[in-house]
């Protein structure tokens, strides 16, 4: 059995189970970059029965699986993956399995861009590596207002770190009832009024046709010019071009992005000049905990699809 692991930027993947249990018929190859084409990457793996992919870091579409006549087991690091064509992949006879994925790094992310946006840390770090002491003033979180887009789990604990700050917590979805907002510490209130009285508005959206752009334009413009817009999610929920408009102008008081529409994010692109801003390259899952659960049951995944008993089968026939 050929294995190949995709997208394993920081060579951890090998390390995060033991790929050993499989036995000595089986061999496991981890590509470490992205492919520059879909050609090299059907190239690549064209003669391997199991992909195990990194939540939607490469896309796998129709085109792309009809490519490789091989592969018969893909798991895929989460639950959903917007990236593979399921319907596609069952046409074709490809088992489609997923991960359990930790909820609590996301979040702690993006608290980490919260403060730094707060505290304007990178900026002073900066700063005092020149040789300069004390260049800006803070802002206090406590006492002030956390918007939160989307109220599942991830937004749910948001909301539990918000209180905890001493903040109040606001809450909106299309979806969302009084009664969740109130369970989960937060009060429902409409899209327009989260934005434009929130200083920090955090987005926890599912990235569907649905809520694509959810945070457009009027969005942007209505929040205050010393609020804080964050981003952990997926870069479609947000209309990019208004957003970097709005950092420009200085009519928001900044962002702490960790997706793009484009990953990896190249070297020239605009955003990098952004001003206002804290940048990551999408960490909010990338931590040893998170590379140990959703390794370990991609193959716990590959074993049991072997045995003929498929575990956490995401394409049902």
């Given at each position: 059995?050929?294995?190949?692991?995709?997208?394993?930027?920081?060579?951890?993947?090998?390390?995060?189970?033991?790929?050993?249990?499989?036995?000595?018929?089986a061999?496991?190859?981890?590509?470490?970059?992205?492919?520059?084409?879909?050609?090299?990457?059907?190239?690549?793996?064209?003669?391997v029965?199991?992909?195990?992919?990194?939540?939607?870091?490469?896309?796998?579409?129709?085109d792309?699986?009809?490519r490789?006549?091989a592969?018969?087991?893909?798991?895929?690091?989460?639950?959903?993956?917007?990236?593979i064509?399921m319907?596609?992949a069952?046409?074709?006879?490809?088992?489609?399995c997923?991960?359990?994925?930790?909820?609590?790094?996301t979040?702690?992310?993006?608290?980490?861009?919260?403060?730094?946006?707060?505290?304007?840390?990178?900026?002073?770090?900066?700063?005092?590596?020149r040789?300069?002491w004390?260049?800006?003033?803070g802002?206090?979180?406590?006492g002030?207002?956390?918007?939160?887009?989307g109220?599942?789990?991830?937004?749910?604990?948001?909301?539990r770190?918000?209180?905890?700050f001493?903040?109040?917590?606001?809450?909106?979805?299309?979806?969302?009832?009084?009664?969740?907002?109130?369970?989960?510490?937060a009060?429902r209130?409409?899209?327009?009024?989260?934005?434009?009285?929130?200083?920090?508005?955090?987005?926890?959206?599912?990235?569907?046709?649905?809520?694509?752009?959810?945070?457009?334009?009027?969005?942007?413009?209505?929040m205050?010019?010393?609020?804080?817009?964050?981003?952990?999610?997926?870069a479609?929920?947000?209309d990019?071009?208004?957003?970097?408009?709005?950092l420009?102008?200085?009519?928001i008081?900044?962002?702490g992005?960790?997706?793009?529409?484009?990953?990896?994010?190249?070297?020239?692109?605009?955003?990098?000049?952004?001003?206002?801003?804290?940048l990551?390259?999408?960490?909010?899952?990338?931590?040893?905990?998170?590379?140990?659960?959703?390794?370990?049951?991609?193959?716990?995944?590959?074993?049991?699809?072997?045995?003929?008993?498929?575990?956490?089968?995401?394409?049902?026939v």
């Amino acid at each position: 059995m050929k294995i190949a692991l995709l997208d394993d930027y920081l060579a951890a993947a090998p390390h995060a189970a033991d790929w050993n249990r499989l036995g000595a018929g089986a061999t496991v190859t981890a590509f470490e970059r992205p492919f520059a084409s879909t050609a090299d990457l059907v190239a690549a793996v064209a003669d391997v029965d199991v992909v195990v992919a990194m939540r939607e870091r490469t896309p796998l579409g129709a085109d792309v699986l009809a490519r490789l006549p091989a592969l018969r087991l893909l798991v895929t690091t989460g639950m959903r993956n917007a990236a593979i064509d399921m319907a596609a992949a069952r046409r074709l006879g490809i088992d489609v399995c997923g991960t359990d994925m930790l909820p609590t790094p996301t979040a702690e992310l993006a608290w980490g861009l919260i403060l730094s946006l707060a505290r304007r840390i990178g900026e002073q770090d900066a700063a005092l590596r020149r040789g300069v002491w004390q260049t800006a003033l803070g802002t206090v979180l406590a006492g002030k207002r956390l918007g939160v887009v989307g109220l599942g789990k991830l937004g749910a604990q948001m909301a539990r770190i918000g209180r905890a700050f001493g903040m109040e917590v606001v809450a909106w979805s299309a979806n969302l009832t009084d009664e969740k907002a109130a369970a989960a510490g937060a009060r429902r209130v409409e899209k327009g009024e989260l934005f434009a009285t929130a200083d920090v508005v955090s987005v926890h959206l599912v990235l569907s046709d649905r809520s694509r752009g959810i945070v457009d334009a009027a969005a942007i413009a209505a929040m205050k010019k010393t609020a804080f817009l964050v981003n952990t999610s997926r870069a479609g929920l947000v209309d990019m071009e208004a957003l970097g408009a709005a950092l420009e102008a200085g009519a928001i008081a900044g962002a702490g992005l960790d997706v793009f529409d484009v990953e990896p994010l190249a070297a020239d692109d605009p955003i990098l000049r952004w001003p206002r801003t804290v940048l990551t390259p999408h960490l909010g899952y990338v931590t040893e905990e998170s590379w140990r659960v959703a390794y370990g049951q991609a193959l716990e995944a590959i074993e049991a699809w072997a045995k003929g008993t498929p575990v956490r089968l995401l394409n049902p026939v």
